[in-house]
């Protein structure tokens, strides 16, 4: 049953069908787009393309109406309980929606003694911001401290030392969902939990949105952020949901600059189509991918699996890892490896993946998994890296 509903769904992407002969597993990079996004973009630009929020005749109105429309569609995407009081920004990726929270938002409030609690060997998008935050404190004379967030060995929240960590002049929690290396949706419910009610947290979904159901609600966040362009809206898209804070004064993506309305049409059709596909059945599909992919690499010695080792199905119990796997070779280096694969058509992230410096620096190679991905395709390259299982 969950094969056929794939199967519909992965005929509605076009690049999928004109490629065969590529495998593409390099979703959590940036996402294929599905058909009804190409065409709401497209009929959007032929019909009524103009500037938003400036018009007296109709397609300035209406694509002002459709920004407005589309903050809402966000709100709705993402569970907002609050929606009156929520702002909605839109930013060309997860990288300035952190930046705008961090440097915007954050960085004005602080005053001396205040900490901002940054995760540890995360996204450097997720890191190297709150440092900027710092920095711009400092200029003003403000001393701010930033402490690395512990994790335990599960690469998850550290309940018993974030107790710690948490102090009454903690500002922020800058904090990540899905591991964009390690694949595993972390436990956000222990930073409120040792945060209280009063501290903001800010999350990073760069890895989460359109693979695991999103609820501001349950999740308890001031702040989300993600990026469109990896859950099948247009390159140049991406969020900042602000809870009820509102969120930062920030206007070079919103009315006082030219909004990327094409973007912003094609994040609403984006998010239209997850819904109705199911997010929900979006990441069972891909964890079950990505246990076939662990359960494989286990029988092949040559191969080490970051994270969590072994099979890490949806029940195992032991951690939640999403459809992110990422594996280094014995003896072969990553980006040899991943020009050996990509002539095979096997499209896999081989690099340091932007993690942060505190992370490992060596390279490895990635293989992040959509909807459109299939238990053949991994056993593809299951059969490649078979081949090379030497050294
Ligand atoms: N955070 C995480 C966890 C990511 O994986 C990425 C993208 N790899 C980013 C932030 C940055 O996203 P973008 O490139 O869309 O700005």
């Known amino acids: 049953e969950l094969a056929s509903w794939q199967a519909e769904l992965r005929a509605q992407f076009p690049i999928v069908a004109a490629h065969p002969e590529i495998a593409y597993l390099d979703s959590a990079a ?28 109709p397609w300035a109105t209406r694509t002002t109406a459709r920004v407005e429309q589309a903050r809402d569609r966000v709100r709705a995407f993402l569970g907002d309980p609050d929606p009156d009081r929520s702002g909605v920004h839109f930013v060309s990726g997860a990288t300035e929606g952190l930046r705008a929270v961090a440097r915007d938002w954050l960085a004005p409030q602080l005053r001396d003694g205040d900490e901002i609690v940054v995760p540890y060997a995360d996204h450097n998008a997720n890191i190297v911001p709150w440092h900027e935050a710092a920095a711009l404190a400092h200029a003003r004379g403000v001393r701010v401290t930033l402490r690395a967030m512990p994790y335990d060995a599960a690469h ?69 952020v993600f990026s469109g362009h990896k859950a099948m809206a247009l390159p140049g898209t991406g969020v900042v949901w602000a809870g009820n804070r509102r969120g ?15 973007g912003i049409v094609s994040l609403v059709a984006a998010l239209d189509w997850l819904d109705a596909a199911g997010v929900d059945r979006i990441a069972a599909w891909t964890r079950d991918l990505g246990a076939r992919l662990t359960d494989g690499l286990a029988r092949l010695d040559a191969y080490q699996v970051l994270g969590c080792q072994g099979s890490l199905a949806a029940d195992s119990g032991v951690q939640r890892r999403q459809g992110i796997v990422t594996f280094r070779h014995r003896a072969i280096g990553a980006h040899d490896l991943g020009f050996i694969l990509a002539a095979d058509g096997l499209l896999v ?24 991905n299939t238990p ?8 490649r890296l078979a081949e090379l299982n030497t050294g």
């Not at 929240?157 to 972390?186: Q, S």
């Not at 009063?198 to 695991?212: E, R, T, Y």
């Not at 053949?376 to 059969?383: F, G, M, P």
């Open 248 to 262: 930062p004064e920030y206007t070079q993506a919103g009315w006082h600059g030219t909004p990327n309305t094409s």
């Open 349 to 372: 992230r081989a690099d340091g993946h932007c993690q942060g410096d505190q992370g490992e620096k060596t390279s490895s190679v990635r293989v992040s998994l959509h909807a459109y």
């Open 376 to 383: 053949q395709e991994i056993d593809r390259l299951l059969r």
């Open 30 to 57: 940036t996402a294929q787009k599905p058909q009804p996004v190409l065409t709401a973009v497209m009929d959007y630009l032929t019909s009524e393309n103009a500037n938003a929020a400036r018009g007296t005749y």
């Open 156 to 224: 998850d929240y550290d309940a018993a030392r974030l107790a710690d960590l948490v102090t009454p002049r903690t500002r922020m929690i800058a904090a990540t969902h899905v591991h964009h290396v390690y694949g595993n949706d972390m436990h956000v419910s222990r930073l409120r939990a040792a945060a209280g009610p009063g501290v903001p947290i800010c999350l990073d979904a760069a890895q989460s949105a359109g693979h695991l159901p999103l609820s501001v609600r349950e999740l308890d966040v001031d702040f989300l």
